[in-house]
């Protein structure tokens, strides 16, 4: 029976993600909250995506026994979907907008018929 792996045998794998060099396709839980503080600026304490693992709405993650990992791309497809699309103003959320460029436009004064009367407001 091969011995059981101990908490000092993962924390090579630990730095290792800490590493620019290599990062493992999958990620423990402190690494995984780590990249996600360093690669999108999300932080999240360890305990939230334990909590997130069993209640839903956190990364989606794998098993190997009753470790879980969690996929570098699974990481950065929820930061992504959890941040949202870049803003330029903070009304754009309730406008549907999100970039100057799809701003509505100012709709053109209607062009009168010669035969269409001009109603004139008298009010000051």
């Known amino acids: 029976m091969a011995p059981r792996a101990g908490a000092n045998d993962f924390a090579c794998a630990e ?49 190997i026994g009753r470790m879980p990992l969690y996929p570098v791309s699974e990481l950065d497809r929820w930061a992504e979907e959890r941040l949202g699309p870049v803003r330029f103003l903070s009304s754009e959320a309730k406008m ?13 004064a209607p062009i009168l018929s010669k035969d269409e009367p001009v109603i004139e407001d008298d009010r000051p």
Not at 97 to 102: F, G, I, Y
């Open 15 to 63: 730095s290792l993600s800490s590493s620019p060099d290599f990062l493992p396709p999958r990620l423990r839980r402190k690494p995984a909250r780590e990249y996600l503080f360093k690669k999108h600026g999300i932080d999240l304490a360890v305990a939230t995506l334990a909590t997130m693992a069993s209640r839903g709405g956190g990364p989606g993650f794998q098993r």
């Open 96 to 108: 549907g907008v999100h970039s100057p460029d799809c701003l509505p436009d100012e709709q053109p």
